[in-house]
């Protein structure tokens, strides 16, 4: 049978991408996870992937293309029904008598004109609250939740202007929909800050870690301990990620933030996550991430050891629904056993959506965070 | 090595590890990290890129003699002597 | 410009009458009681004196009879203005309005246009009950060969007549019972109406309602008490109900994306039915609400004035429905 390999959306924010190159030609036969296209976006040049096992029939859109998400790039003839894709969400598409009931059941209720204006602005719908009549998603609701109504030249064109356009997008619409709730500690991690100094003092340069890959071993652990932090909200409400994948936010030097993931992050050795955070940080930086890698994170953790700064108050990516931040590590006065001795101390952070977890808890998710830190050697 | 060289080839490892820096541009007395952000992971990279092109192996310990250009060729030059 | 004349819609109506009878020696009056009793509604009183006999002329009390002269004095070279007392007795002429003044141009291969001007009042308000009262525009909007017009503004009333005598198709015009007493402003713009065309009688944003006759004034107050609320209604004004002005409508639901449909007519087979499904095979996408209608309650329209009231699509429920439409709590 047939299968259409469209242009996804690499988050929340993409609306249009263009097509730089294709890795595969006609005839040529593809594996689920395989390369096949490039395409430059906001986020920088993302390599594609296909989600279904076949042969390329044809490329539709030829290098040099811009076109809107949802595109159809190929046609693919494959044995088996295309499996949905997990990470990447497509547009929904509802085939004709086909479990027509729990279709019209499922069915949005939005205006024609919203319909219109959505598909437009590539605003998800299904996460969208209607004030229309009977709860009907209207054109106003359409535009809140949607890139700025009029496209200005930084929000069409791609490169740091388009990211920066894409990043006050999707952040805006954080701060409009999510109630962020945050809480801060500051924890003596001198352990951990101490087992990293020994150990890669007795390693070979290249098997080093920093304490960041640390922490997104922390974090993913803890994720695993307290459910309602990593997963995402949509359609009005949370759903867990069966997998915890913990993204790490990259900052450009040109400007800007990338936030691709550590795929099962939970479950990997720490010299493991070492390797694939400074594949994927250098990656980012040449603008070469995989689609998947950006719309896979179910929780982002957000460094900023390298600067002077104590605490981060960091703002949730929709629709996941929390995020650790982290400051910079410095030596304090600490008080143990009723005397004051230098410290390493690290203020961890957490923003989390009130919608799905409360103060309570993410006073717990931060503690394990914490506690996990305090015991390197068992990361 | 030649003394002369040692600066050229030490900016060719920055510039391969922070691509978007112009070469031209990197100003030999100013520290890599207020120049261009140059943060711990650009570090870690720079000190296996050091250990590779010049089988020196930096300890952690001394990340803070590697921070501008002038004091890494300086260091170079003493770790090469 | 002048200033403008203050004067009733039954003064403004009068004018345009006498204006035609003057302006063209071919155009005359007749109906039901015109002449001695100066009409049902006092419209055409004092125009016997003025005019005499031959220009306004008093006919039986037969509908069929009048309306079928009318159609023949057309065909004959004159210009008839045909005054049937109210929409409801016009039934007894639908044979010959349907059956005659529609059709004979078109099976004449255009030899035999018929220009009758066929004047009716419509529409309650006035305790007339049930036989008197009724909103049958829909009936006649639906016959090809007529055209259709129903003057809702003083300007309108005064200046329609001249321009439906000038056609050569048979011209309904519908007279809302309730405005005759209306007082406005006489314009210059009178002497420019046009027969076809929708207006826009008041410019929004948030809403467009839709609408023709005595219902304007009802939407009209009714965007008073929506300003309030900071709700911007536009209110289109039909003039012609057959031919419909789809652009202007379109136009404005393509500027709102909310439609209510006024119509004092019943909701079934209904011109606010023909308007709606007009917007929804042109303008569907640019739809943000379901289409709502505001129309009379389906039944013959009471006697009683708390009745008849209740029954009419009146401001209140033209509020509520708008409020609705725009996801406000009513």
């Known amino acids: ?379 | 090595m030649n003394r002369e060289q040692l600066p050229r080839r030490v900016l060719e490892l920055v510039t391969a590890i922070a691509p978007d820096v112009e070469a031209d541009s990197v100003i030999p007395g100013i520290a890599f990290r207020d120049q261009f952000d140059f943060d711990s992971m650009d570090t870690l990279n720079f000190a296996i890129a050091l250990q590779r092109e010049f089988g020196v192996d930096v300890p952690e310990t001394d990340y803070a003699r590697l921070a501008s250009l002038d004091q890494c060729v300086a260091y170079l030059a003493e770790r090469l002597a | 410009m002048t200033t403008p004349l203050r004067i009733t819609y039954r003064e403004a109506v009068k004018q345009g009458i006498r204006g035609a009878l003057l302006a063209d020696p071919r155009v005359f009056l007749m109906g039901e009681d015109v002449g001695r009793y100066g009409g049902c509604f006092a419209v055409s009183k004092g125009l016997l004196d003025e005019f005499g006999e031959e220009r306004v002329r008093d006919t039986p009390l037969s509908e069929s009879a009048f309306v079928g002269a009318g159609i023949g004095a057309a065909l004959g070279g004159l210009r008839p203005i045909v005054e049937v007392m109210t929409v409801n007795f016009s039934l007894l002429a639908l044979d010959q309005i349907v059956n005659t003044a529609a059709t004979l141009c078109h099976m004449s291969g255009g030899q035999f246009p018929v220009p009758v001007v066929i004047r009716m009042a419509t529409g309650a308000g006035r305790q007339l009950a049930a036989q008197h009262s009724h909103s049958l525009e829909a009936w006649y909007a639906h016959v090809p060969g007529l055209r259709v017009v129903e003057p809702a503004t003083i300007d309108d009333a005064r200046g329609m007549l001249r321009v439906a005598l000038a056609s050569p198709d048979p011209v309904i015009v519908f007279e809302p019972i309730s405005l005759y007493n209306m007082e406005g402003d006489l314009t210059d713009a009178a002497a420019h109406v046009r027969l076809e065309g929708a207006r826009v009688h008041r410019a929004g944003s948030s809403v467009t309602l839709v609408t023709y006759g005595a219902s304007l004034w009802r939407c009209i107050a009714a965007a008073e008490v929506l300003a309030q609320d900071g709700i911007d209604a536009e209110i289109v004004d039909l003039r012609s109900l057959r031919p419909l002005d789809d652009a202007t409508v379109l136009a404005s639901v393509r500027k709102t994306r909310r439609v209510v449909i006024v119509d004092e007519g019943w909701r079934t087979c209904s011109l606010a039915a023909e308007i709606g499904q007009r917007i929804v095979e042109q303008g569907f996408y640019d739809l943000d609400a379901p289409i709502a209608r505001v129309c009379t309650e389906e039944v013959p329209i009471p006697y009683p004035k708390h009745l008849e009231d209740a029954a009419l699509p009146g401001c209140e429920r033209i509020v509520d429905t708008v409020r609705r439409l725009l996801g406000h709590a009513v």
């Open chain 1, 1 to 379: 049978m047939q299968s259409e390999f469209r242009l996804p959306a690499l988050g929340a924010d993409m609306e249009a991408g263009t097509l730089v190159e294709w890795h595969v030609a006609p005839g040529d036969r593809c594996k689920r996870g395989d390369v096949v296209a490039v395409v430059e976006t906001d986020k920088g040049a993302i390599d594609v992937e296909v989600f279904v096992d076949g042969i390329v029939r044809e490329l539709l859109v030829p290098p040099g293309t811009r076109v809107p998400v949802g595109t159809v790039l190929a046609l693919l003839d494959t044995e088996a029904p295309a499996p949905a894709p997990e990470m990447v969400q497509a547009p929904p598409r509802t085939r004709a008598g086909e479990d027509a009931g729990e279709a019209i059941q499922q069915r949005v209720k939005i205006s024609p004109a919203a319909r219109k204006r959505a598909q437009e602005l590539h605003v998800d719908v299904v996460s969208l609250r209607g004030t229309g009549p009977e709860g009907a998603i209207t054109v106003q609701d359409v535009e809140r939740a949607g890139p700025s109504p009029q496209p200005s030249p930084a929000s069409v064109g791609e490169g740091a202007a388009g990211m920066r356009a894409a990043i006050a997008a999707a952040m805006s619409r954080s701060k409009r929909e999510i109630p962020h709730y945050y809480l801060t500690t500051t924890v003596d991690v001198s352990s951990a800050v101490d087992w990293l100094a020994a150990h890669n003092a007795a390693v070979p340069v290249t098997e080093r870690l920093l304490l960041a890959a640390l922490l997104l071993k922390a974090v993913a652990l803890a994720c695993r301990d307290h459910a309602g932090f990593s997963g995402f909200h949509r359609n009005g409400r949370y759903e867990e990620s069966p997998v915890v994948h913990v993204g790490v936010a990259v900052a450009l030097r040109g400007g800007g933030l990338v936030a691709p993931a550590i795929m099962d992050t939970a479950t990997k050795p720490l010299a493991a996550l070492m390797d694939e955070f400074r594949d994927v940080v250098a990656r980012a930086r040449a603008g070469r991430l995989r689609a998947s890698e950006l719309a896979a994170p179910t929780i982002i953790l957000t460094s900023l050891g390298d600067s002077a700064v104590e605490t981060v108050l960091p703002i949730i990516q929709p629709p996941q629904v929390a995020i650790v931040g982290a400051g910079a590590v410095a030596e304090r006065p600490w008080i143990v056993a009723g005397r004051i001795v230098p410290r390493q101390a690290l203020t961890l952070s957490l923003g989390a959506d009130h919608r799905v977890t409360d103060g309570r808890l993410g006073a717990h998710f931060l503690a394990r965070i914490a506690g996990l830190l305090a015991e390197p050697a068992k990361l």
